[in-house]
């Protein structure tokens, strides 16, 4: 790092191209980018592609706190052209743009929902198509692509450090029996992959690909994609053809994230990326989750049921470089842990002056988590730090600070107190009848005081049916010295 950055805290990254652990030091750090691959926009998001959005978002977090917001910048692209949407549009009788801009909506809508921020830009294919062809015609100038039968391919054979990233060589995919994209035919190699193809029910772009320049009308490949869109949102202009990072689950390493870094590297004589950092799958129930066992759990589904954060500390909950395993009680073990802290904040926000703590770093007594960003010992020294903060007796605002400062770096504790435990319930319905069940309770002891028995007794019973019918609505009553509280089970 600069001199003028030395201070700022030490983030190590495992990078998938070098595989081992590396401290990250940006080529500009003001200037810090960051990509990410974002959706096909055909239908609606599921919890495995959540898991890599909040593992971008926490990335995300931790490179602004490092080198302050502004200094960060972040592209996860939308893709807005493919097969599954043409079908689709096709099907319903609309143009792809009707598909498209519906489900890049309630992408952008679930994913604010479990707390990611929007992201610095969000690219879309069909804006960058003019990107995509400019590429392919270098890739085909300097060798490195052919035009074959109306398509146009990247010669794997062309590029000696094909398979770097995944560890899947030239040699080796040879041997087995992956071949890639279009028919073998058509290609030199087995492993070639599509940059341009034919159009598909007459979704297309005039591309000069042809004999001699000719146009061949066609849509571009699926990675070709990400690196037009990388470059022309992060790198053009700056005088570097590399991001700073590039990250992703780790199902896209190869081929999708092998075949961008290969034909970035041959457009531009730079690697497209110094950082690879890949998250891990999510499992349902130790099974990988597939659309063909029907295991398949959607965000717009789960919040129904569960609020965002909820899901969101749910996949927070093991390293991103672990398998998670998603099941109903850990969701459950998540809204417990939440409840606990926000009983924290609440016990923070009744200090005098504890709003404007300030406190901006992590408690130095405890784990340092930006080795690797390592979700487990985040969320243990949240865990240590509401326990302390409850406990005890005077104004502890240090730990105060740190305890909201580490809560939100992970995206959580962004909700007031009151409405997370209310969460979202009719409050004048259950304010007035937690008021009854205060009265109620409040005649019952004046009766036993008295001696009246009888008056007891019916004043208990309808305390009694006001707690199980707040029950039967999923409400808790927590009766305390100052009178009874109500909350979201």
Not at 401 to 408: D, E, I, L, P, Q
Request: proline share 4%.
């Amino acid at each position: 790092m600069t001199d003028s950055n030395k201070d700022k805290p030490v983030l190590t990254l495992y990078n998938s191209l070098s595989r081992k652990k590396e401290v990250f030091t940006p080529q500009d750090p003001s200037r810090v980018t960051m990509y990410n691959c974002g959706p096909t926009v055909y239908s609606y998001a599921h919890i495995g592609n959540a898991r890599a959005a909040v593992v971008a978002d926490v990335l995300f977090r931790v490179l602004r706190h490092i080198y302050g917001e502004e200094a960060v910048v972040y592209a996860r692209n939308i893709t807005d052209v493919d097969d599954k949407i043409i079908a689709s549009a096709k099907e319903q009788g609309v143009d792809i743009s009707v598909i498209t801009e519906k489900y890049a909506r309630i992408y952008n809508e679930d994913l604010a929902a479990i707390g990611c921020l929007p992201p610095s830009v969000q690219p879309k294919c069909t804006n960058h198509i003019g990107n995509m062809t400019a590429m392919i015609s270098e890739l085909m100038d300097k060798g490195f692509a052919y035009e074959s039968d109306g398509h146009v391919f990247f010669d794997v054979a062309a590029y000696e450090d094909y398979g770097q990233l995944s560890g899947n060589t030239l040699d080796a995919l040879r041997g087995g029996d992956r071949v890639g994209e279009g028919e073998v035919a058509r290609k030199r190699n087995a492993a070639d992959f599509v940059l341009w193809k034919p159009p598909l029910d007459g979704v297309g772009w005039d591309a000069p690909f042809g004999p001699n320049g000719a146009n061949m009308k066609g849509r571009p490949g699926w990675h070709i994609e990400c690196s037009a869109m990388a470059k022309a949102e992060l790198t053009e202009g700056t005088g570097s053809q590399t991001i700073d990072i590039h990250c992703g689950g780790v199902d896209l390493k190869f081929p999708h994230h092998e075949n961008e870094a290969a034909q970035s590297a041959c457009c531009h004589g730079e690697p497209l990326a110094n950082y690879w950092v890949h998250n891990e799958f999510l499992n349902m129930n130790s099974e990988k989750m597939s659309k063909s066992i029907g295991n398949v759990k959607l965000i717009r589904d789960l919040l129904k049921d569960w609020d965002g954060e909820v899901i969101r500390l749910a996949l927070l909950k093991a390293h991103y470089r672990s398998e998670l395993v998603w099941s109903e009680d850990l969701l459950k073990e998540s809204k417990a842990q939440l409840d606990g802290w926000y009983r924290a904040k609440t016990h923070i926000l009744s200090w005098v002056g504890a709003v404007g703590v300030g406190y901006k770093t992590f408690d130095k007594r405890l784990n340092d988590p930006l080795n690797d960003i390592n979700f487990p010992i985040l969320i243990g020294n949240i865990n240590l730090l509401a326990v302390e903060i409850a406990k005890s007796p005077t104004e502890e605002f240090e730990k105060a600070g740190s305890f909201m400062f580490t809560a939100n770096l992970l995206g959580l504790l962004q909700k007031d107190p009151e409405a997370w435990f209310k969460g979202g319930m009719d409050t004048d319905k259950f304010d007035s009848l937690v008021k009854d069940y205060d009265a109620a309770r409040t005649q019952a002891l004046a009766a036993k005081a008295a001696g009246d028995k009888a008056a007891m007794g019916a004043a208990f019973a309808r305390s009694d049916e006001i707690r199980d019918a707040l029950k039967a609505d999923g409400i808790v009553i927590e009766t305390g010295p100052d009178g009874s509280q109500w909350r979201k089970a």
